[in-house]
């Protein structure tokens, strides 16, 4: 089929992404190839459904890997798409194979990924109101992957939800290299909403990932919303579903089945596994959040005058790749409160490895890239110029920060 019978579907020209690429992000995000390989097709199916125009209005992109695509770059990589249609009729078993079959064809003809029409399913099912959902299933073969046992991706179609907040338009994240110069751009939750049903997933199902997501949503200050929004978007998520609002109190036996679950779950989506336990010690805090207790805004990280906070995505660190790779990695542990292990050359040419807690990247008034941290064994604030950074390591070790994290870029 030629690109252009791909009813409603844009065309951008090939651009076969090279598999040296996932390799090199794969090294930069300790992840597997594999792991970042689905990332890759993700992003274009996702560009390939919002470039559909049956499906760009109607198809609300939600869950967890919505968080890592649109609001979240560095956070837990994902596996599924999840969706609310607006429209229940789509959830037709022909309606749903004749747009695949389109939407494949687009992807392939911009990236060479191929997504056979033989290994796609869609099954439906009765959801517990008795309602029509369908999980779908597609595999592809992609820069990387096996011939002999294609990967898949999981799809989550329901038009059985509750949209509370009027859905978002946003741009998704692809820092891969073929990416379109104006990128791809899909219909989301609100951040509160995605937010509100994660924590509705949490008293509903408490499996790990959603522990995990609730902790680390609320740890990012800067996006958390009020608490009387958020609890009014959660009241009415769980009235839908006919459950009350959680309490910690309902969590609690089921603990140890979550942390037993926990690395078999979240393994390998991270490029470290923080612990368990504290994630489930952050829960408390949170739960007096939604009551309305007032958190205590944590002291200024002292700095030097002139010193300017860099939160751009992609900034010129001045050294080439390898500082970047190692950047990213410490921004990961920072948003997940672990220590880093960080090997180090001085200004004498010294080599040396330390345990820190990262906090920041600033500019110095003479123009060097300084990354701001703390000194675990110590807890003596220092800076340490990137371009001298010779290795990173995320640690399992956690540290409750001192100062604010402003390793992440904005993005809310």
Not at 124 to 136: A, H, M
Not at 229 to 249: H, N, Q, S, W, Y
Not at 356 to 363: K, T
Request: aromatic residues 10%.
């Amino acid at each position: 089929m030629e690109a252009s019978r791909a009813g409603g579907l844009g065309s951008q020209g090939i651009a076969v992404i090279q598999k040296r690429k996932i390799l090199e992000t794969a090294q930069q995000t300790s992840l597997t190839p594999h792991v970042v390989e689905k990332d890759y097709v993700l992003g274009w199916v996702l560009a390939g459904i919002y470039q559909h125009e049956s499906l760009a209005k109607n198809w609300i992109f939600k869950g967890g890997t919505c968080l890592k695509k649109c609001f979240f770059e560095t956070y837990r990589f994902s596996e599924d798409l999840d969706f609310t249609l607006s429209k229940p009729e789509h959830l037709d078993a022909s309606f749903l194979k004749h747009m695949f079959s389109e939407i494949v064809d687009w992807v392939y003809h911009q990236t060479g990924i191929e997504m056979p029409a033989d290994k796609q399913e869609f099954k439906f099912y009765e959801n517990p109101r008795g309602r029509t959902s369908c999980q779908g299933k597609i595999s592809y073969k992609g820069p990387v992957s096996p011939s002999n046992a294609l990967p898949r991706i999981k799809l989550d179609l329901t038009a059985d939800e509750r949209v509370v907040l009027p859905p978002v338009r946003v741009k998704i994240f692809h820092p891969y290299s073929d990416t379109p110069e104006d990128g791809f751009e899909v219909l989301a939750y609100d951040y509160v909403e995605v937010f509100a049903e994660k924590f509705r997933a949490l008293a509903e199902r408490t499996r790990p990932r959603d522990l995990y997501d609730v902790v680390h949503l609320y740890r990012n200050a800067e996006a958390r919303p009020q608490p009387q929004r958020f609890m009014e978007v959660l009241r009415a998520k769980c009235e839908f579903k006919g459950i009350d609002v959680p309490r910690l109190t309902d969590l609690v036996p089921h603990r140890a089945d979550l942390e037993a679950g926990w690395n078999h779950m979240l393994r390998h989506q991270l490029p470290a596994l923080p612990p368990a336990e504290i994630f489930w010690n952050a829960l408390p805090e949170i739960f007096d959040w939604l009551q309305g207790a007032v958190v205590q805004p944590l002291p200024e990280m002292p700095v030097s005058a002139g010193d300017m906070l860099i939160r751009e995505r992609f900034v010129d660190l001045g050294a080439g790749g390898q500082s970047r790779n190692h950047i990213e990695l410490i921004r990961f542990a920072a948003a997940n409160r672990l220590i880093v292990e960080l090997d180090y050359r001085d200004q004498q040419g010294r080599h040396s490895t330390r345990e820190i807690e990262a906090y920041s990247l600033r500019r110095s008034r003479a123009g060097n890239i300084l990354l701001m941290a703390v000194r675990a064994d110590s807890g003596q604030p220092r800076s340490y110029l990137v371009n001298s950074i010779l290795g990173a390591k995320a640690t399992q070790k956690s540290f409750a920060p001192r100062y604010p994290i402003e390793l992440t870029p904005t993005s809310i």
